[in-house]
Every structure is written in C-alpha cells, then in structure tokens.
C-alpha cells in the first residue's frame, strides 16, 4: 500500500466507527455490474476500515436473482447510469426498492446517486424513484468547458448533464447530520466529486450535507466563481427512510479512500441506520458464504498462453499460484503503467475511460497480496483452484494490456482492446476482493470473541 | 534494516534455472551498498558469482543517487572488480525490488533475468543470440510492453568473451572498464531488465526527504559534462561536441547532466519526434571522446564510432584509444573497424596504469588525486551516489551519511567505509 493511501488508512477515526458494526456484522452487497465504472473498489477500503469483511461483489445479474435477500446493505459506485438502469430494468429497480423497504440501505454515489433520485422522470430511469430529489446540473444548452471537455457532458433526454466543478469540493452538515461526529473537526469535510449529482431535496430534513465550497484540488469547466455560485449551498447528500430501510444518495464519492473524513460520514449513516436495524442484527453472520465466491467453473483463463516463468522446485502449491498471480499483475500494471504516458482515453457507452483507470484495479489486488502471501507462510488453507484460476486470468489481463498498448502505440484504434481489458478487470477484480473478503471473513469468525472483547471493550455476548 | 529493501537478496541459479529470495543475514554488519555485494561475492566464490546491486541511497530523492553496480572477477585482471549502473540502472535495480542479485552457474541456454516487483523471472533469450545492446533493449522492451524497463546487456563482444567487453545499460555505455560484459556472455546471461513501480520505505520518512532536500539546495551547482571535460584539462571537447549537440541529460536524482546527447542523422536543432528512428546517441564518456579528438577525428564520424562500440558492447574508452591513431570518415569503415578492435590498448586513461584504483577502474579520468577518487567510489557505492557527482558537487560525506539513520535506520560513518572494503 502506498504512501497517502496508507496515512489515510491509519486514521484514528476508523477504530472508533468500526464499533457500531462489531456487535454483528452487517452483509454488504457491492455492485460491480454492467455500467459499474472503478470507483466501486473504493468501497472494498472504507469497509475494510471499518472491519466489514461479509461483503459480495454483485453484478445486475445478481440483483434480479436473489442476492439481495442476503445482503443488508447494497452500495452503488459511479460509472454509466443509463447504462445500470438499462441491465437493471424495472425488475432491478423494484428488487431494490423491496429491499429497501424490507430494512436494506441503498447507498449509491454519483450514478449510484443520479440512479435513484425521483425527480428523474426519464426512461429507464423512472422505475428507480428512491428518493425525493432532482438533479440541479441539468441544461438545454450549456456553455462550453473552459477544461475537461471528455468529462463535461452526458445526455440527458432532449439536455445534458454537466459538470462545472470536477475533484474536491467541501461539505457542510445539512439538518440530516444533527449529532453527526464528521462535521465536529476543524474545517470543513473535504470530499471528491467526479461527476455526481448538485441535489435539489425538497425536504430540508433530508439533508445529510450541503456544498459549502470548493478547494484548488478541483478542476473547473466553469470558471471558478460560477460554479462556485451553483453549487454552494446546493445539497451534497441526500438521506431518507423508505419503509425499514434507508437511501442515501450521494454526489460526491464519500467513500474515496484518501478521504477520511468523508469515509466517516459515510460509515456514520450506515452504523445509525445499521443500530436500529435490529432484526436484521439478528440475521447477520447467516449467509451462504457460497454466494459471494464465483463458481468453480468460470471460465477466466480461456486464451491465455502457458506463463514463461521459473519457479524453484519444492514451493507449496499455494505459493506457486500466489507468485504467478503476483507476477502477472506486476507485469500488468509495468504496461498500465506505460499506457498512461500516452495520449489515449476510451468511450465505453457513456463513460470515459482513462489508462489510469487500469492501473487503479490492478492496485486493489496487488496492495492485499502480502495478506494471502502471509497465509500462505502461515500454512492456512488457501482455494487452490481459485487461486489457480486467477493466476490465469491476471495473465490474460497482460497479454491484453500488452495488445492494447501496441495497437495504441501504433495509432489504431484500440477501442475494442479497451473494453475487453477493462471489463476483464473489472471481473477480475471483483473475483480477487470477493476471495479476500472471504478469507477476512474467516479469520474474523475465529477471531470474533478477541476482537469483541479487546476493541470494543465489552464482552461477545 | 528493511528499509530501502536493504536484505532482500535473490539467488539466481543459472546451472539449475532457479530463482530464491533469501534473507541476507549478514547485511547488518557487512554494510549496505558494495560493501554487502562484497560480502556476498565472497560468500558464494566458489560458483564464479555476478552480482548485481545497488547503494543505500539509490532510487530517492538524495542528489546524485543514481548508483547501482555490478560486481564479479574480471576476465582481464582475475581479481574481483565493479561496474557503475547509472542513468536509470541503478535506481530502477533498486525498485525492482532487489537490494542485492547474485547470479551463480552458467545457464546451458541464452537468458535474460526480468526483475520486477520484487519478482524474478528467468526468460529464453535464444532470439537474442548476437544481437546488438541497441536490438537487444528494443525487443526485451516489446516483449514486457513498456519502454522505461531498464536493460543491463552483453552485445555481441559480451558474447564473445572479448577483453573489450563493456556492459551496456539500455543503449548507452556503462563505464565497465573490467570486461564484466564477458562474464555476462560467459554465463549465457543475455540481459539483465529491471522495472518497479513499489515506493522505498524509509525508517523516517519525512526527516529523511527533508535532509535530502537540503542537501540538494546546498549543493554547488556545477555545469554537468562541462565540469567534466574542464576537471579532466579538456575544455576543448564541449567545444567539439557543441554543433552536434541536442540536449543534455543527467542520471536518476542528479542536478548535474553529465551526458550529451549528439544528433547527426537529423539536425540537432530538431525538437520534435520526426521519422527519423535513431537520430543520434548519447556521449556518456568524456574520456572515449577525448581520445577521439585528440587522435584527430571530426566529432560526427568520432560519434558514429562510439555509436558502433555501444552497440557492440564495447568498452568505449579502450575502444576509443585503439580506434584514435587512425582516424576515420565513413560509417561502413568505422562499424568495420570497431568489430575488429582487439583490445591491444590498456587501462583506459593513462593515468589508470599509474594508479592503483583497487576495484574500480578508470572509468572516468581522473578528477582528483588517485587517493581522493578511490575515497569517492568507496562512499558513492556505499551509498549509491554517483562518485563523479560526488567529486564535481564537493556534497560533504557527513551529511549524506547523517541520512543513513533517517533512511534505514543505520549509523555509518565516514571512517567505517575504507574497513568495508578492507
């Protein structure tokens, strides 16, 4: 892990949060499905934080099986909205409102947020009326960017969706945040926005926080104090009951995991909602851990090539799967890393996609290796076949990063490489977290009187 | 001392094809840098060891730490003797996640080793099988798809366990001055590739990037290649270089750009990519140009012919004082005559068969008294500081080795170092 990445993961206010949740350990459904862009890796950070390990990676397919029925809360990233609420349709839309009612909490954040406002009145998107807010950075016609012209825009029916400010803005608690602990510190909450919604919420007792300003860590396609003008005061985050359950929509990435004191907002509404949520406390710790770890026969590694490698002779199984998994998601992200030098960016249905991006998911598993590695050395049962088969599909990952690079290098258009490395990743990574979370899990089961008794100082009960 | 991947050794077998990670138990009273590669080689003797390493400081922010090395017995004097990795080598040897790489045996087929994370791979290299350092970049860097992996090869000369054999670092000569390319080549070691995106730990980071910073503000400021030609009483090469000269260039961390890079297939004045494919080299060695100029070469055809000895893997400073008594124009008869050097010359700069240099060679003539760059190299590869930058910056030993605690941890002194190498 890596240096501000792992200053922000020290943070002391982590600890303190992490005890509404160790009384009994809520089940966390992820989305990482069609119109999912990366920022739903960030969510593996905060509830790694906050000790959460009972966490699946879901795609829409998931949703309109019954995943749901074993998840207590479903967090939704950024990414393509048109393209979630396509995959989802009106069925996914009311899995997830049954779900709420039946005491879920629906997080979503920037698309997760734009998914389920009700003031969106627009096919496929009106299926998904959550919550009692409109979008505010809505225009017929709006003026050209002064920067960011690849991230300004997106169709909104006969307007668009526009972006004035992009990357970290600042909070201010809404009447929602009464008693809230993130707004006690000096300064205001710093937090990123990459595109999410400037909320309009009739109800002022549904305001979680408001944009109260931005900081020179933010690009601006307006000039600064026009938007400036829109979006302070404007609502951030948006919180409501629906039956049992709770929604939160959210503009700015609360869960970005270089911002701590935005994590904590977040990890705030989930434990309040969470601590009245005392059925479902009851039901914890009872899913069919099955459900989260693909299925045996997935098929990953089809087209890859044998790996050239050398190993020395006598080395465990699990440490022979480890290695290959370690090298070829450092050859990958060696090429990842070389794409981001060149001046390419890909259109995947809405969204732009940056080389970065490639990076960013390859980050995820290579940052939680040392904890399998460890296991490894501590002779802890590891999933051989699983760990086999990720070893494969890291090494498909490369060949496709090293095509994609050639074809850019060359001037082609790259445009399909694109989309197949992106969505191989994105599976891919969702399988790595999927197998960590599993495996913390685990090890959080044993240790669970421990860890009851020493952090939060009473006994398991 | 696991900071700065301080410990962190690989075995490479070549007889067997294997590669371990071992703990290195001795590194704590052995000292870092050439001091535990010394230490090393001497505790795997018997299987003809080359290794490979790199100093305390190589890969931060410290001025000038640049350096990496390679260390084994040279072909031309059978005692122990070291190479300088500097450009991008030595930082990028360090974050590949290797402090130290030591490669035993002799593979029974070409390879290559590709570090990288703190992963050591072991490819067939058959296709690269004479080619050229310039062929042999090229295609490891097409094969890992990323043009910044740093590539320690043997060209052809290597191969052929010439006497002139020079390591190469990417296309540029290295200043091996002891023939280790020959024992790359003797080995079937085709090449060595390097690449990390890791981050080095420190034990006190943020004191130590404050020093290091300082330590970079106070250091005179000196005028890179020119210092060099002016140190060693040639003023005049600069002058010679200038109507070819593009830009100049500087190793990892380093203010002072050292390195000329010289256009003579497009005019220098070229800023821009154009199609032109290899538009000309970079000068890394003041001393192989003076040799040149002072045998009377014009400085283009002068720079053809370092261009064919990187290519060939050839020592440029010997190469360039066989080459110097007959001066030549044509790019066919300079490639001609750079394949048939023998190797007849000595120690490439006179004074380098006057002094004894112990270990390290005259890679660079001499800036100082002989005593004075012996203190030099000992410190630079220690610590990982380039000993000419060290020289030419007048940085004070005490505080760069006032880093060492910050960094990993360690308490070196100034007097220690001469008994590492004892």
Avoid at chain 1, 365 to 387: G, I, K, N, V
Avoid at chain 2, 372 to 399: E, K, Q
């Amino acid at each position: 892990m890596k240096g501000r990445l792992k200053k922000a993961a020290g943070d002391p206010a982590y600890q303190q949060h992490k005890r509404a949740f160790l009384a009994a350990f809520p089940r966390v459904a992820v989305y990482t499905g069609e119109g999912a862009s990366h920022s739903w890796i960030w969510f593996s950070d905060l509830l790694e934080r906050l000790g959460i390990f009972d966490v699946r990676f879901i795609t829409e397919v998931d949703i309109l099986g019954d995943a749901l029925s074993q998840a207590d809360f479903l967090l939704v990233g950024g990414g393509d909205t048109y393209a979630m609420a396509s995959s989802l349709g009106a069925e996914g839309a009311d899995r997830i409102k049954q779900f709420v009612r039946d005491g879920g909490l629906y997080h979503g954040s920037c698309a997760g947020a734009y998914l389920v406002l009700a003031g969106v009145d627009l096919e496929p998107f009106t299926p998904f009326d959550l919550i009692d807010a409109d979008i505010v950075n809505v225009m017929a016609d709006p003026p050209a960017p002064e920067c960011l012209e690849h991230k300004y825009l997106a169709p909104y029916g006969d307007t668009w969706v526009f972006h004035p400010v992009y990357g970290e803005v600042e909070l201010a608690p809404g009447p929602a945040a009464d008693g809230y602990s993130a707004f006690n510190g000096s300064g205001a909450v710093a937090t990123p926005l990459f595109g999410g919604p400037v909320l309009e919420v009739p109800d002022a007792r549904c305001v979680l926080a408001d944009y109260s300003g931005v900081t020179d860590r933010a690009a601006f396609p307006w000039p600064r104090d026009r938007a400036q003008r829109l979006i302070e005061g404007r609502q951030a985050v948006a919180i409501d009951r629906m039956g049992e359950g709770t929604v939160i929509a959210s503009g700015p990435h609360l869960e970005h995991p270089l911002f701590p004191r935005s994590n904590v907002l977040m990890a705030e509404a989930l434990g309040r909602h969470w601590q009245r949520s005392a059925t479902r406390q009851r039901n914890a710790g009872v899913l069919d851990r099955s459900a989260g770890v693909p299925p045996a026969d997935t098929n990953i590694s089809a087209g890859v090539p044998p790996a050239d490698t050398n190993i020395s002779a006598g080395v465990p199984p699990a440490d022979v799967s480890l290695l290959e998994i370690k090298r070829q998601v450092s050859n990958a992200r060696i090429v990842g890393f070389g794409l981001e030098k060149l001046p390419v960016t890909w259109r995947i249905g809405l969204k732009v996609w940056e080389p970065e991006k490639i990076r960013m998911f390859l980050e995820y598993a290579w940052d939680r290796l040392p904890y399998l590695e460890a296991r490894a050395a501590r002779a802890l049962p590891l999933p051989m076949a699983e760990l086999e088969q990720l070893a494969c599909g890291y090494g498909g990952v490369t060949v496709l990063a090293k095509t994609l690079k050639l074809k850019v290098e060359s001037g082609q258009d790259s445009q399909a490489e694109a989309l197949s490395l992106l969505t191989r990743l994105k599976e891919l990574t969702a399988r790595f977290l999927s197998l960590y979370f599993a495996l913390r899990l685990e090890d959080q089961a044993e240790g669970a009187r421990s860890t009851l008794e020493d952090e939060a100082g009473w006994p398991a009960g | 001392m696991d900071s700065m991947y301080y410990g962190d050794v690989l075995i490479v077998d070549l007889d067997a094809g294997t590669t371990e990670q071992v703990d290195f138990e001795e590194a704590d009273s052995t000292g870092p840098g050439l001091a535990a590669g010394l230490a090393l080689y001497r505790k795997h003797l018997d299987a003809e060891p080359l290794v490979f390493g790199s100093g305390l400081f190589a890969g931060t922010p410290v001025p000038g730490a640049c350096l990496g090395f390679v260390l084994a017995r040279s072909p031309l004097s059978g005692e122990p003797a070291v190479a300088p990795l500097s450009l991008f080598a030595g930082a990028e040897m360090k974050l590949s996640g290797f402090s130290m790489v030591v490669v035993k045996g002799r593979s029974s087929k070409p390879v290559y080793l590709w570090l990288h994370d703190g992963v050591a791979d072991i490819h067939d290299a058959s296709a690269l099988e004479g080619k050229d350092t310039w062929e042999t970049t090229d295609a490891i860097r097409r094969e890992m798809g990323e043009s910044m992996i740093q590539v320690i090869s043997a060209g052809p000369a290597g191969e052929a366990g010439s006497k002139l054999a020079s390591i190469s670092i990417n296309y540029w000569g290295s200043g091996d001055t002891a023939a280790l390319a020959a024992v790359m080549g003797g080995k079937l070691l085709k090449a060595v590739a390097l690449r990390g995106l890791g981050m080095l730990d420190a034990d006190e980071p943020e004191e130590f990037y404050t020093k290091a910073v300082e330590l970079l503000a106070g250091a005179r400021k000196d005028k890179g290649f020119r210092s060099i030609c002016e140190a060693i009483g040639a003023p005049d090469i600069d002058a010679w270089l200038k109507p070819l000269t593009h830009r100049v260039r500087s190793c990892f961390a380093c203010p002072s750009a050292c390195s000329t890079f010289v256009k003579y297939n497009e005019a220098p004045s070229v800023l821009e990519s154009s199609d032109v494919v290899e538009p000309g080299m970079l000068v890394t060695s003041a001393a192989a140009s003076l040799w040149l100029m002072q045998g009377g070469w014009e400085a283009e055809p002068a720079c053809r012919a370092m261009e064919a000895m990187a290519r060939e893997g050839v020592d440029m400073v010997r190469g360039a004082r066989e080459l110097a008594a007959k001066p030549l124009a044509g790019g066919d008869e300079i490639a001609a005559a750079v394949k048939s050097l023998e190797g007849s010359q000595g120690a490439g700069w006179p004074a380098g068969e006057q002094m004894n240099y112990g270990l390290f060679g005259a890679w660079v003539p001499p800036l100082a008294n002989a005593d004075a760059w012996l203190a030099a190299n000992r410190v630079g590869y220690v610590l990982g500081i380039c000993p000419t930058y060290l020289m030419l910056s007048g940085l004070d030993a005490g505080s760069l080795f006032e880093l060492c605690a910050p960094a990993a941890g360690v308490e070196l002194e100034v007097d220690r170092i001469a008994d590492m190498f004892g």
